[in-house]
């Protein structure tokens, strides 16, 4: 069997790394924050090994990938576009989606913007919300849930990077990715979100010290900006999507979330997703509720890996 090689291509103005391995329908696979590719390590070999052709980036802001500096830059068009010119780098019609966290906003926004590359979409982690007309979501955030609120934080330019910077980029990566919190990321007042956010002392079995550290190795070459402007392009988002104010994803879709991600149960995230109001937006779609945190596909991959290829084998290899 093949192995999972590198690669840098130019899309979208920008130098994008993607780790790769596998022949056959294009499988892309989109992380979220703060992660990289790496993130979908025990996803890319078992797909590739049935008969995939398995991508997994760095996204723009990440890793390997070119970091612009302005959060004007990481608006979702800019996000799809970027995997558009994936997609025709390698001369592909069309792919699957699968992503995760704000892997999973790009991926929803890819089938919204351009059904006519995405053959399905897997998602993990954040459903897809109409657009409100009246209220950008950073505002409604602010009037939910405070000041404290992690969104909220991340929206001044340098002041996380500033709260991070207190930290190793190994304890960085322990407090993001190992939490176990079902309630909100929300600071007590005077507290930034990152001293909020704990260490644990003691590594859950899916993860190594030594994958923790592939993490903080390229955090600490490229930094937390580019994630970062993520949030920081909300607002933008929210005004350049009015034209598809109203607009329904009517691709093939899968959403799967773990039953302690943040804000399931106390967010009402669990009665949405089970609800009529997500199925309108997303017509063809299957919910999936599996036992697990946020970063569901580290925590349990196997579990991960059947659902996403039950869902590949729905459709034939020549479609």
């Not at 025990?42 to 760095?58: E, F, K, R, S």
């Not at 950008?136 to 405070?146: A, C, E, K, T, Y």
């Not at 190994?170 to 407090?175: R, S």
């Amino acid at each position: 069997m093949s192995e999972v090689t590198h690669q840098r291509i130019k899309t979208n103005g920008i130098w994008m790394h993607l780790a790769e391995q596998g022949t056959g329908p294009l499988v892309l696979l989109l992380h979220g924050f703060p992660e990289l590719w790496f993130s979908w390590r025990h996803q890319i070999t078992y797909l590739a090994n049935h008969g995939y052709h398995v991508v997994a980036p760095d996204l723009r802001g990440y890793g390997d990938t070119d970091s612009p500096l302005s959060h004007t830059s990481y608006t979702v068009h800019h996000l799809v576009g970027d995997l558009i010119g994936l997609l025709d780098h390698f001369n592909e019609p069309q792919a699957f989606v699968v992503g995760h966290d704000w892997g999973a906003v790009v991926a929803w926004h890819m089938g919204l913007f351009r059904p006519d590359r995405v053959k399905g979409i897997v998602n993990f982690g954040v459903p897809f919300f109409a657009r409100s007309p009246d209220i950008r979501p950073v505002d409604s955030m602010r009037q939910i849930f405070g000041e404290g609120f992690y969104i909220c934080q991340f929206q001044e330019p340098g002041r996380a990077e500033g709260a991070f910077a207190r930290y190793d980029y190994v304890a960085v990566m322990k407090k993001f990715l190992l939490l176990n919190k079902t309630d909100n990321l929300i600071a007590p007042p005077g507290m930034e979100i990152i001293d909020y956010l704990e260490t644990p002392s003691v590594l859950p079995p899916w993860i190594t010290e030594e994958e923790l550290q592939v993490y903080a190795d390229k955090f600490q070459e490229s930094g937390f900006t580019g994630p970062l402007n993520y949030y920081r392009a909300m607002t933008l988002n929210w005004e350049l999507l009015a034209p598809w104010q109203g607009s329904k994803i009517t691709v093939p879709s899968k959403f799967i979330i773990g039953s302690k991600d943040i804000g399931f149960e106390a967010n009402g995230t669990k009665e949405y997703v089970l609800g009529q109001i997500f199925k309108s937006l997303v017509p063809n779609l299957e919910v999936v509720i599996l036992d697990g945190h946020h970063f569901i596909q580290q925590e349990k991959p196997q579990e991960a890996t059947n659902e996403i290829f039950s869902f590949l084998c729905k459709f034939s290899v020549n479609q």
